[in-house]
């Protein structure tokens, strides 16, 4: 048990310390005197555009950078085995589970939106898809004309008026933004308040173990479900890309209506 | 494998564009693909369900590959391990096909996928390049490191494609070679055949060019053209880009759209959001923002100090947001005129720069691709990219082996079940 633990421990060292090499290596060599380029920022004269406030880049990219060492060393080699050694069908009822399970969130935030409509189309997806559904493994809802409406609390806050606040890319969970990083943190407080007010497995011995193996599966069939690789387009600005698309996707959704002039 | 229909959130503002259903509205000339207009078909590409089944099971493997031995990578490309290429293989001895990626597009593009799918359907091995133009390729792969002459970069790739080979031709059974490739890609297929017939690594079989560009100077040039059509020209894209950005969101929170979804996307097609000038602009916009990462990596990997200062040593976390912005407001002539050019006048004394815009095509190549029969062309009666005289030039260098349909823009159709048969019909 020990032996196994530290062998996981192992690469996190090696991978913590490139990294902090890689860091200080990119500082160190410069022994030339620069020549100010041909075409330069000075000379522009446009709007600047897809552009996102981001005063901890270099913290963000060195989080970036982190999530895609991650990804190689772990998360996806851990991913591709779930997905070698489970059948599709499972893996999609697992998934099913999953969104099922999410749906309380999109419940509770449609909710805080005040969003009557969406709150009893989300709560009828919910029932129907946990009973005739077999608790979520199935989406018969979406047959039925529910459609699924992805709701967190960093876009609750986003409809009430909160600002984004600066970029910020999260270990593991990617890009996000201080609002939507408040927003997971209240979102996991209430699915957890929830889970412990429910206590379904209390009865067991191993309702830790359950637990933790729930938790686990779910991360790992979130990163299943989730098909971006960090650095796999090979365009040089793609972190400057997925920062303005990240923040144009919440800001436009979790926008008001504005009714028709 | 069943993660190859990627979406890279890089792509999404025109991969969602791309996704987006359809109506039939198949004029009646027998060709089911449905949308008329060239610049919405160029974004719009093919709806979903005019798409072929993807395979039930596909074989693929990464190949990451050492082109050139012993190359420095600034810490900004740490990233980098080499040249990226997706392999698909059959259990059994079957032909093996090269695929040579677009303008921009990595081996993992959606074309390029769907290609290699529709091609492993129908019984082929396959290996998926990235294009000559992208980081990637620089970094990895290109000898130069300075992309955009036809006959170096279809060395660069010969060169890759013989290394790639010898990775696998332990682990398959190959009975001869094709190649294909699309877009730019295609252009440089022809050079990459030319080059075969001298080093005769693969003796092609087949070549297919689709949606090729006869003249990368004047394709360059029309696409370039797209860019005028928007107030202030290309020197204000920044303008227009956040103009149409506003537009897109305001249209969002008026309709009451779930997210940002295929429903979505359908209704600014069918309320046309965009006039024809802006889809345009657009498509000049999305090749300038792809433009910019080709020069940018090409400066950076040859210390040339054309939008980085000379001598900067980029790491990976120092900000390249002020280099996309310079970078995308620079145009392919500005890339020619003081970037190119100049390199191979140094490299070619007495080049004068319509012998080099001369070069850049293929017509500088017709006699042999008059002469040899393996060569097919499939492109579109309104693909905007070729300009007037260059569809019939292609007939007349081609003959018959010339398919042409009658809509479908810039590779719009490129994943239509009728496009992707006939291609594999091609190799058969």
């Known amino acids: ?261 | 494998m069943s993660k190859l229909q990627h979406s890279v959130k890089l792509l999404l503002f025109i991969a969602c564009l791309l996704l987006a259903p359809l109506p039939s509205s198949a004029a009646d000339d027998g060709y089911g693909y449905p949308i008329p207009g060239s610049y919405e078909a160029t974004i719009l590409g093919t709806p979903p369900e005019l798409m072929p089944e993807p395979p039930a099971k596909m074989l693929t493997r990464l190949l990451v590959l050492d082109v050139v031995p012993g190359r420095q990578k600034p810490p900004i490309f740490f990233y980098d391990e080499g040249l990226r290429c997706t392999f698909a293989y059959q259990e059994k001895k079957a032909p093996l096909i090269f695929l040579i990626a677009g303008a921009g597009a990595s081996d993992r593009s959606p074309k390029i996928t769907a290609m290699m799918m529709s091609l492993y359907q129908a019984g082929f091995h396959v290996i998926t390049l990235p294009s000559p133009s992208t980081a990637n390729f620089i970094v990895s792969a290109s000898q130069s490191r300075i992309p955009g002459d036809l006959t170096e970069d279809a060395a660069d790739l010969y060169r890759a494609m013989e290394i790639a080979w010898d990775h696998v031709k332990g682990d398959i059974e190959v009975s001869s070679f094709y190649l294909c490739g699309y877009s730019l890609g295609a252009t440089q297929a022809a050079f990459v055949a030319k080059l075969d017939e001298e080093r005769r690594a693969f003796n092609f079989r087949k070549v297919l060019m689709i949606n090729p560009a006869v003249s990368l100077y004047s394709s360059a040039g029309r696409i370039e053209d797209l860019l005028k059509q928007i107030p202030g020209g290309a020197k204000k894209q920044g303008i227009f880009f956040n103009r149409m950005l506003s537009k897109f969101s305001q249209f969002y929170r008026r309709g009451n759209f779930v997210s940002i979804n295929d429903e979505f996307l359908y209704a600014i097609y069918t309320e046309k959001l965009f006039s024809r000038e802006e889809t345009g602009g657009l498509i000049g916009l999305t090749y300038r923002i792809n433009l910019a990462g080709m020069i940018f990596s090409s400066d950076v990997m040859t210390n040339s100090g054309y939008v980085v200062p000379k001598n900067r040593v980029l790491g990976s976390t120092d900000s390249t947001f002020d280099y996309f912005l310079v970078s995308s407001h620079l145009s392919f002539f500005d890339y020619f005129n003081e970037y190119l050019y100049p390199h191979f006048q140094k490299l070619r004394p007495g080049l004068t720069k319509q012998a080099f815009i001369d070069s850049l095509s293929l017509r500088s190549i017709e006699g042999y691709l008059k002469s040899s029969a393996k060569f097919g062309v499939m492109t579109n009666e309104n693909d905007f990219i070729l300009a007037k005289g260059e569809l019939d030039y292609l007939r007349q260098l081609f003959g018959e082996r010339t398919k042409v349909y009658p809509r479908g823009g810039h590779l719009g159709n490129l994943e239509y079940k009728e496009n992707l048969a006939n291609m594999v019909n091609f190799f058969k």
Not at chain 1, 71 to 89: A, G, M, Q
Not at chain 1, 113 to 129: H, I, M, P, W
Not at chain 1, 138 to 154: K, N, V, W
């Open chain 1, 1 to 261: 048990m020990n032996s196994t633990r530290y062998r996981t421990c192992l690469p996190f060292l090696a991978l913590m310390l490139s990294l902090f090499l890689a860091g200080c290596a990119a500082h160190s060599v410069n022994s030339q005197d620069e020549v100010p380029p041909m075409h330069s920022i000075s000379q522009f004269k446009d709007q600047r555009f897809a552009e996102v406030a981001d005063p901890w880049e270099r913290f963000n990219r060195s989080m970036y950078r982190f999530n895609f060492y991650f990804d190689k060393y772990l998360f996806l080699p851990v991913v591709k085995s779930y997905e070698f050694i489970t059948p599709t069908f499972v893996q999609e009822r697992v998934s099913g589970f999953y969104n099922n399970i999410g749906e309380v969130q999109n419940f509770t935030n449609s909710l805080f939106q005040l969003k009557g409509k969406e709150s009893v189309t989300t709560l009828a997806r919910f029932v129907t898809n946990s009973t005739v559904g077999l608790g979520g493994l199935f989406d018969p809802a979406t047959s039925f004309g529910l459609e699924r409406h992805d709701q967190d609390f960093g876009k609750t806050l986003g409809y009430w008026g909160a600002d984004s606040g600066p970029y910020l890319v999260l270990p593991i969970f990617g890009p996000s933004s201080l609002r939507d990083a408040g927003g997971l943190a209240v979102d996991s407080g209430i699915y957890y308040g929830i889970y412990t007010a429910i206590d379904p497995f209390g009865n067991s011995d191993d309702a830790f173990a359950i637990g933790s193996v729930i938790t686990a599966l779910d991360t790992v069939d979130t990163r299943h479900q989730q098909s971006f690789r960090y650095y796999e387009s090979g365009y040089p600005f793609e972190y400057d890309i997925v920062r303005f698309f990240y923040h144009e996707k919440r800001e436009i959704e979790s926008g008001k209506y504005i009714p028709a002039e």
